[in-house]
């Protein structure tokens, strides 16, 4: 069993930064490839980036290529998106996932097992 819980989302004014976290449980978190998934109102939820278990290879989406890192702290149980240069529509709800069943990163929403429950980000014009 993994508990994921999304923290720093807020209100940012577009070209600016913010960085979101999710803090994970579970005894084998550390085994799990993580990703970072986003929704905005009206839209399916959509990839945004993910990070292999040991943090060695990363994958993102081309709309944010370039501007976001996604990171992992396994001794904190943490993984991590900065954000930067941000875009108005960059604004949804964040949500990060665990994938139980690879050691790499995936693109695909279905390969993910464990969801939080979504940080809020808006980026204003």
């Known amino acids: 069993q993994v508990q994921l819980v999304e923290s720093g989302g807020g209100l940012v004014q577009a070209g600016g930064s913010l960085r979101v976290s999710c803090l994970a449980s579970?005894?084998?978190?550390?085994?799990?490839?993580m990703g970072w998934f986003r929704q905005a109102p009206g839209k399916e939820r959509e990839f945004v980036a993910a990070?292999?278990?040991?943090?060695?290879?990363?994958y993102y989406a081309d709309s944010v290529k370039g501007r976001f890192t996604i990171s992992r702290d396994n001794a904190k149980n943490t993984v991590y998106l900065q954000m930067t240069s941000l875009k108005v529509e960059d604004t949804a709800v964040y949500y990060c996932?665990?994938?139980?069943?690879?050691?790499?990163?995936?693109?695909?929403?279905?390969?993910?097992?464990?969801w939080g429950q979504g940080t809020q980000v808006t980026v204003s014009s």
């Open positions: 579970g005894r084998t978190w550390s085994n799990y490839a």
């Open positions: 996932a665990a994938r139980t069943g690879g050691y790499e990163g995936s693109y695909n929403v279905r390969h993910y097992d464990y």
């Open positions: 990070i292999s278990y040991i943090g060695h290879r990363s």
